[in-house]
């Protein structure tokens, strides 16, 4: 689950950049204000994917996945882009859960063949 969440995880990364460039453009944001809460959420992103196994880990995704579609009132195309991400986030979750269960019963087949 780890390396399909944290994958999802730094595509959301260069979303969020290149969000924060587009937000630039309008004219009631401050460059500061913009780069503020880009580079927040950019960090959460790279920080979520040491936790992601630890409890809380996938929550805390879901409210980054929450904050990146309702980023759409800033910069609407993010509407979009959120609810695909928030898409790729449930299968990283879901079938990372079921790889993880196929590694576990597959080593537990062979600790029991040697």
């Known amino acids: 689950m780890r390396t399909l969440c944290a994958s999802t995880l730094i595509g959301e990364f260069f979303i969020i950049g290149f969000a924060g460039l587009v937000a630039m453009k309008d004219p009631d944001l401050t460059m500061g204000t913009v780069w503020t809460v880009s580079g927040i959420a950019m960090l959460l992103c790279v920080l979520l994917c040491g936790v992601i196994t630890r409890p809380g880990g996938v929550q805390l995704g879901w409210a980054l996945q929450i904050a990146l579609i309702a980023s759409g009132f800033v910069v609407p195309t993010m509407f979009f882009m959120g609810a695909v991400f928030a898409a790729l986030w449930w299968a990283s979750v879901h079938f ?13 087949q062979a600790a029991e063949t040697a």
């Open 96 to 108: 990372g859960r079921k790889i993880d269960e196929a590694k576990a019963r597959f080593a537990a």
